[in-house]
């Protein structure tokens, strides 16, 4: 069945590795994330955007999910699978989503000021606990490139703060912003500027504030340079397209990073993918075609994430 973030966090933290959080909205990406973490037996936090629950319908994404299980197992692995809603941004939200069976849910009050952040936060946990489901918080604003202030690094996580908000709100995991940034474009570069390092200065602050609690890290797609190259030569226009270097992602996966969220990533890889076979086969039409194209694609990526990057695969 569906498992909560708590054993998953605990092991993951104790051999210094990082859980997979991989986000779907449709049945190619969900085949994928389960085939891949089969394959490479990686335990998987499967997650549900609002707009995913808006685009697929919220019913059908949850039976999808408690699908995933039974697959797995016809597969012949019994796959600890966590169903987390991503980026709750309300009490409401977080209810309906914990009323539906998710097995963890993340209280967004990150852009609200700390106090609104914190009471809002403990409401939710104050409701999961009823139902053994785990919660995640954040602290600190995700840098956006557009965001001017992202540039005087006001939006860093504060580590003077991460122990009050623990230990008021009771969450189970703690989201930081280290310089990361949700998208396919995460850094503006200027001719032949590298990117920036993560703040790994904050990370080890706040890790030494908090033993043992398990982060969480968003918007950590690396922005695959061949898919961006592959969607560039078929039709596509992304200028500029850049994201965190894997060797950064592993750094993060060895402390206490826990949890690493790659949506981003496997859109490219599938968009790469149908561009692609849609320009090689001008005659095809039928979607099983490109579609399954782009969901092989996504399992060789998911799979080198797990094995290659987060350090997750064999742990099943
Ligand atoms: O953090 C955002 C995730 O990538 C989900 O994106 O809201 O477009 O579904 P979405
Ligand atoms: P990316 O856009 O870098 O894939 O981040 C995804 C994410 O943080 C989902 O919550
Ligand atoms: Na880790
Ligand atoms: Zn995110």
Redesign the pocket.
């Known amino acids: 069945g569906l498992v909560n973030s708590r054993a998953l966090f605990a092991r993951a933290m104790a051999d210094g590795y990082a859980i997979p959080a991989y986000n779907f909205n449709n049945m190619e990406q969900l085949q994928a994330i389960v085939v891949a973490c089969v394959e490479s037996r990686s335990p998987v936090i499967l997650q549900v955007s609002k707009g995913a629950r808006q685009y697929a319908n919220e019913t059908l994404l949850r039976y999808m999910a408690m699908g995933a299980v039974a697959m797995a197992r016809d597969l012949g692995v019994d796959l600890p699978i966590c169903l987390h809603l991503?980026?709750g941004d309300s009490f409401e939200l977080c209810q309906s989503c914990i009323d539906a069976g998710f097995s963890s849910v993340m209280i967004d009050g990150s852009h609200l000021t700390y106090e609104d952040n914190v009471a809002l936060t403990r409401r939710v946990v104050d409701y999961a606990r009823r139902f053994d489901v785990t919660v995640e918080g954040e602290l600190g604003v995700?840098a956006g490139i557009e965001d001017e202030v992202s540039a005087e690094h006001s939006t860093y996580t504060r580590p003077e703060e991460v122990e009050d908000f623990v230990s008021r709100t009771g969450v189970d995991s703690l989201?930081i912003s280290i310089g990361t940034s949700?998208g396919a474009y995460k850094f503006k570069l200027k001719e032949g500027e590298e990117v920036p390092p993560l703040r790994f200065d904050i990370l080890d602050e706040v890790a030494r504030r908090l033993p043992g609690f398990p982060i969480v890290l968003?918007?950590a797609s690396s922005v695959v340079p061949e898919y961006v190259a592959l969607i560039n030569a078929h039709g596509g226009r992304l200028d500029g397209a850049v994201g965190v270097p894997e060797e950064q992602l592993r750094r993060a996966a060895a402390s206490a990073v826990c949890k690493i969220?790659i949506?981003s990533d496997g859109r490219l890889a599938m968009t790469a993918k149908v561009r692609e076979y849609l320009a090689q086969h001008p005659e095809e039409f039928d979607p099983r075609k490109y579609l399954g194209a782009a969901r092989s694609e996504l399992v060789r990526l998911i799979r080198h994430k797990n094995e290659a990057v987060l350090g997750s695969a064999g742990r099943v």
Do not use: E, I, M, S
């Open positions: 991503d980026h995700l989201a949700h968003h918007g969220n949506d």
